[in-house]
């Protein structure tokens, strides 16, 4: 069985037994894959600033027709670092009616932001999923977004034992969860190996479970 990453910036190599979602970032073209590698595309909210918004918005349009790009963003909101909030919030907005109208599912950078986009959430009621990627939230935030529906994907910080990563992702739900390596080096391995780890579970059937969440999300394009 192939370990499933599900957000990366780098496209992994033919001999890894992976299949990723490479995120894409707007105006960059889209990386060059082979098929079994699919990707992802839309505005960053760290570079939204001195840049034509308009522009952007339409390079994200267009590109949401490419059949390779199964997903919408990363996108989202940074109180950390980017432009103004609600500047990032508009350009944020624009792309949920994208991922609507494309009914592809929109996965979400969210750095101390989990609420607004909650409620972001529950005012827009959204047809497609969304996916916050690098979740790093307790297990308070955890349930709250699960019950609004929301999937969440955790990355090399569950690999640091004291992490809230680790701890909310114990007790998430199986059904909800992905497994990713972002943009660092770690291998997607490495993370399902730590992942089965805390959830006292094997590699196999965290393989397994994830591999139907993305079924769920995007029909049968994995075997
Ligand atoms: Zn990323």
Redesign the pocket.
């Known amino acids: 069985m192939k370990y499933i990453n599900f957000?990366?910036?780098f496209p992994p190599a033919d001999t890894e037994p992976e299949i990723a979602i490479v995120?894409c970032?707007a105006p960059e073209p889209l990386q060059q894959c082979p098929s079994n590698i699919w990707l992802s595309y839309g505005i960053?909210p760290w570079y939204i600033h001195n840049t034509d918004t308009k522009n952007l918005l339409e390079k994200v349009k267009e590109t949401a027709h490419n059949e390779q790009v199964i997903a919408i963003g990363?996108a989202g909101l940074d109180k950390v670092k980017g432009p103004a909030l609600e500047l990032q919030k508009q350009i944020f907005c624009q792309q949920i009616d994208i991922s609507e109208t494309f009914k592809k599912p929109l996965i979400i950078?969210s750095v101390k932001a989990n609420n607004e986009v909650l409620s972001l959430r529950k005012k827009r009621k959204p047809q497609q999923p969304w996916i916050i990627?690098?979740f790093n939230g307790n297990n308070m935030e955890m349930e709250q977004l699960i019950r609004e529906g929301f999937y969440l994907s955790f990355g090399p910080r569950i690999l640091y034992p004291d992490s809230k990563a680790a701890e909310s992702l114990r007790d998430i739900p199986i059904d909800r969860l992905f497994l990713?390596t972002?943009?660092t080096n770690k291998s997607i391995s490495a993370i399902y190996i730590r992942a089965a780890e805390i959830r006292g579970t094997s590699v196999k059937k965290l393989e397994h479970a994830i591999k139907n969440n993305f079924k769920h999300l995007f029909g049968d394009i994995v075997e």
């Open positions: 957000h990366t910036h995120s970032v960053h990363e950078h990627h690098g990713e972002d943009h």
